[in-house]
């Protein structure tokens, strides 16, 4: 079992920034094979803005690359997302992922609102 259990998120101008966390337990963020971010806005389906392989492959959706960045911290055990220049449509509730032995995880999210 992996349990994760996100952080940081909240309220932000555009143009700012915001680092999101995600604690992993019962299991090595280097020994997850995948690792991910996905964004869930009212009425839309989650949707996988950012993923990394345990090889350190890294990939984002297009609406955010070059803004966000995806990254696992073995000595903390845990994945960030640092988002940068945020945008409004960047607003949503934003759940950690992992995929291991077979099983996907979730964690409980954590909301991303960008506003003047």
């Known amino acids: 079992q992996v349990q994760l259990v996100e952080s940081g998120g909240g309220l932000e101008r555009p143009g700012g920034s915001l680092r999101l966390s995600c604690a992993a337990s019962?299991?090595?963020?280097?020994?997850?094979?995948?690792m991910a971010w996905y964004r869930q806005v009212p009425g839309k389906e989650r949707e996988c803005v950012a993923f990394?392989?345990?090889?350190?492959?890294?990939d984002y959706t297009s609406s955010v690359k070059g803004r966000f960045t995806v990254s696992r911290d073995t000595a903390k055990n845990t994945i960030t997302l640092q988002m940068n220049n945020l945008k409004p449509e960047d607003t949503g509730v934003y759940y950690c992922?992992?995929?291991?032995?077979?099983?996907?995880?979730w964690g409980q999210g954590t909301q991303v609102t960008v506003s003047s």
């Open positions: 992922y992992a995929y291991a032995s077979s099983q996907r995880f």
């Open positions: 019962g299991r090595s963020v280097s020994d997850i094979s995948e």
């Open positions: 990394t392989f345990s090889n350190g492959v890294a």
